[in-house]
């Protein structure tokens, strides 16, 4: 370590003056030590009152040649280790190209995920295709059965309506009612009352 100008290390009025023209006095804060530089300088540093910048401090680099007044090289806000730091710089071209390579990746993986939902609806529409086959078998079942129940039923029909038991209606049958059974009960009135004519005129005669 080299040796250090003890007028170096107590100049911290000079320093003040030197950041004052660049800070609020209010963003500075007391004196936080001093670093020795190879060159034989000396780093001032005080502590930072800006808000958002932990770990940060006001730095003023003084020096002296030969037996002049030290002087200020430079005052500036820098970083201690473990400050807080802003990202590194990219180029805007980079960035980009990060921008896109995201891109194709999120498209990637909805494809995915669309071939996948697409599986999945297919195998559900086939688990279906197989429940309506199974459903239209028994409906073709119940069908057949009712058709037997038909056939049997028309059976049935047949065997009562005998045509040898059947009465054959003629034209002007009404509510099953035979015209030719009226005819000849008819026919059989008029013979009696013929006969009961004869009769009376054969007692006038006597």
Do not use: C, K
């Not at 073709?140 to 047949?158: F, I, M, Q, W």
């Amino acid at each position: 370590m080299p040796d250090v100008d003890a007028r170096l290390t107590g100049a911290h009025d000079l320093a003040l003056a030197a950041l004052h023209e660049i800070t609020p006095a209010s963003t500075v804060g007391p004196p936080a030590g001093y670093l020795a530089e190879d060159d034989g300088s000396v780093s001032l540093r005080f502590e930072n009152r800006l808000p958002g910048y932990p770990g940060w401090f006001w730095t003023v680099t003084v020096a002296s040649v030969e037996d002049a007044e030290p002087t200020v090289l430079e005052a500036e806000l820098m970083p201690a280790d473990g400050a807080l730091l802003a990202p590194e710089w990219v180029p805007w071209a980079e960035r980009l190209a990060e921008y896109r390579a995201h891109q194709v990746e999120l498209a990637e993986q909805a494809a995915a995920t669309a071939a996948e939902a697409g599986d999945s609806d297919s195998e559900g529409e086939s688990d279906d295709s197989g429940e309506d086959e199974s459903d239209d078998d028994d409906l073709g079942d119940d069908e057949l059965s009712d058709d037997d129940d038909l056939d049997e039923d028309d059976d049935d029909l047949d065997e009562d309506d005998d045509p040898s038991e059947s009465r054959v209606l003629h034209a002007g049958d009404l509510d099953g009612v035979d015209i030719d059974e009226l005819d000849d009960s008819a026919a059989d009135d008029s013979d009696e009352d013929d006969s009961d004519s004869h009769e009376d005129d054969s007692d006038e005669e006597e």
